[in-house]
């Protein structure tokens, strides 16, 4: 069964409109992270949460922000996406070792 | 930054070889993990060796760990087409600080 998943697994938007991420997990854990991935990269820290406690990293751009309403859920808001946030977006979860939902891939037109 | 670095960035073998991957770190560390992601799809976690381990095993994979040269090793045995992918290592630097990825092998195994 999927520990991590993520809606949509694609999804297009247009410049500059708004655009929401979702993951939900089914382990309990009270770490969730949001990654961005770009083509032959690593995966990008932007955000993590511990419990409520929320971490944003310092290179993350302003226009990205996350909501943890609960345990199970986090969700990853771009208030005006640009033509450099096509991506993939990873959630994941774990103490340890982390859990991946099977990411989101954002294009932007 | 803590980034590791990896090597090589890309590896093309056949099937049946093993494949070598090496990846560096700065500071002392917790643990370093491996990752596997086939193309498009998340992470998935294969191995964890703790800093005051030296070697792991599990299946056909291989992990090493030199705390005195801040580098590990993941070897994969006699490779199968199936692992094709690309694999990152990842430090825990503790603290309740994230994992930092390193920039990841791409490993294509030729049948």
């Known amino acids: 069964d999927a520990m991590v998943i993520q809606n949509p697994r694609y999804q297009v938007t247009q410049f500059g409109k708004p655009v929401t991420l979702s993951c939900s997990q089914t382990?309990?854990?009270?770490?969730m992270y949001w990654y961005q991935q770009k083509s032959s990269q690593a995966p990008k820290l932007l955000f993590h949460y511990y419990d409520k406690d929320f971490n944003n990293e310092a290179d993350t751009p302003d226009n990205f922000q996350s909501r943890r309403p609960n345990t199970s859920f986090c969700f990853l808001d771009i208030r005006s996406p640009g033509l450099g946030d096509a991506a993939m977006y990873l959630c994941?979860?774990?103490?340890?070792?982390?859990?991946f939902g099977p990411g989101t891939r954002l294009l932007v037109l | 930054s803590q980034q590791g670095e990896e090597d090589p960035q890309a590896l093309s073998i056949q099937e049946g070889e093993n494949a070598t991957m090496n990846c560096s770190y700065k500071?002392?560390?917790?643990?370093l993990q491996w990752y596997r992601q086939n193309s498009g799809r998340g992470l998935v976690h294969l191995i964890l060796i703790r800093s005051n381990e030296r070697e792991k095993h599990s299946g056909r994979l291989r992990v090493t760990l030199d705390t005195s040269k801040k580098s590990s090793s993941l070897l994969i045995t006699a490779s199968r087409a199936a692992d094709t992918a690309s694999y990152f290592c990842a430090t825990d630097y503790g603290g309740n600080t994230p994992l930092v990825f390193g920039k990841g092998t791409r490993l294509s195994v030729i049948a």
């Open positions: 500071t002392s560390i917790n643990n």
């Open positions: 382990l309990n854990h009270n770490v």
């Open positions: 994941a979860t774990g103490q340890e070792t982390q859990y």
